[in-house]
């Protein structure tokens, strides 16, 4: 086994803890404006009347914004003090009809243990639900997955009569909740804590939320986390929300400064060195030129093509000054997980943050940021569910019509699914990965080592995160299913291969052609024969 490249020094991660109950409504509230705006157009400028009336008509938007926000937020608490009122009333009527006229102080000592009760409750929800840490499951199937969702759209896993992988959400009790939980997490950002400088805090608004998760267990409540951009660059904000059936609980809020959060993309390799190419131009892009702080390490079995893959490695290291990279070539059979294995023990720099890739996936810069926001050593491992394309051919007809790579990854249900029975790309903390045993490397070629590493975070006490993810796709291509593959695995090979052409309807249009091209036939014979 050779290698080459060089390696980094360790690079640390940031931790958190758990916060005080979400406290009252302050009087001095600031609005919530955002970041600090730049320099007033200048009015002799060309667009200097229309730069200032858009100035104005922000400021006038965010004044409102926040105007009704505090207007939500002064009828919730009526609502409130109306049902404790009546909860009150309850009581004395209660206590009247059982010995008349109550004592003094009675009646002030029985709301007390009311409220007591009910928090002890909340806290129990709290305590049982799968919040702090994770509870050890019997298998994949027994996972209750996040969904992921911004300002405008929900990315759901469970798509229901819609079939849509996302969707601008539609009832109105979803839209309630989710801008009640947002509303409350912009409320306790711009409430200072204790040693902070008012004057020196950022005012939070919706514009520097980025992305929140959420799940429901059906028997404890609704656990939210909600990203937000802080004050510098590469630093967020992370806030922890549980709804245990009742009152919004503010769980944690926590600064996470991912400055210095290396990412070791692990990929493993034999031949296809024009997929290789391709990979490393995404690469290029979003790992070298927007983030900054990535590692590659790619593991290469064989030496068919390996000059070409080392050439466009030195290619890209010499063009870039791109240097945070390791080819190990390994002289043996493909074997992903035994190359993902290899991998993530190459690694000699302390603990860093793992993502196993392969070579067909497209990432953005923004889920590397998840990738680190939702990873925690020790806590949490991240299990994002990527967003699989149909065959390009199928979608878009002729070959000519086929727009470049970028202009294809929407998120639509006829351009592609997500592909919630993968496992393969995942995001954890190299320690875990030792911790927990690494990959099963007796599984050779296609399938199955992915979902035992997956089992084995399920049977631990970490917190698994897995949830769609917007930013992560895999690339359409042609799948072919080797005949020496045992029976189970050839069988699941085959059901993904049918799964990544098309969507049900596209298929059905395909398995079903002769009928439609028999019936519009028929049809142009009908209207021609009226015709004469």
Known sequence: MGTCGLGVPSWGGAGGGLLLPLPPVRAGLQPALGREPGPLPRANSPTGKEGYQALLQEREEQHRHYISSLKKQISQLKEALQERSEQLKSVQDSLERAAGAPPVGLLDGAAERNHADLQEFLRSQLGRAEVHSGVKLPSEYAVVPFESFTLQKVYQLEMGLTRHPEEKPV?????????????TAVQALNTPRDGDNPQQQKAYSHADFIEGISRTEKDKGTLYELTFRGDRSHE????????PFGPLMKVKN?????????????????????????FMHNFREVCVRQDGRIHLTVVYFGKDQMSEVKGILENTSREINFKNFTLIQLNEEFSRGRGLDVGARAWKGGNVLLFFCDVDIYFTAEFLDSCRLNAQPGKKVFYPVLFSQYNPSLIYGHHDNIPPIEQQLVIKKDTGFWRDFGFGMTCQYRSDFINIGGFDVDIKGWGGEDVHLYRKYLHSNLLVVRSPSRGLFHLWHEKRCADELPPEQYKMCMQSKAM????????????????????????????AGKKT
């Not at 400064?257 to 997929?275: E, G, Q, W």
């Open 236 to 243: 967020f904000r992370k806030l922890v929300f549980f709804r």
């Open 254 to 278: 926590e600064r996470v400064d991912t400055a210095s959060m290396l990412i070791n993309i692990v990929v493993p390799l034999a031949r296809r060195a024009d997929k290789f190419r391709n």
């Open 500 to 527: 990544n052409e098309a969507s049900h309807g596209q298929l059905g249009m395909l398995f079903f052609r002769h009928e439609i091209e028999a019936h519009l036939h028929r049809q142009k014979h009908n209207g």
């Open 171 to 183: 009832r109105k009790d979803r839209r309630d909740e989710l801008s009640e939980t947002l509303e």
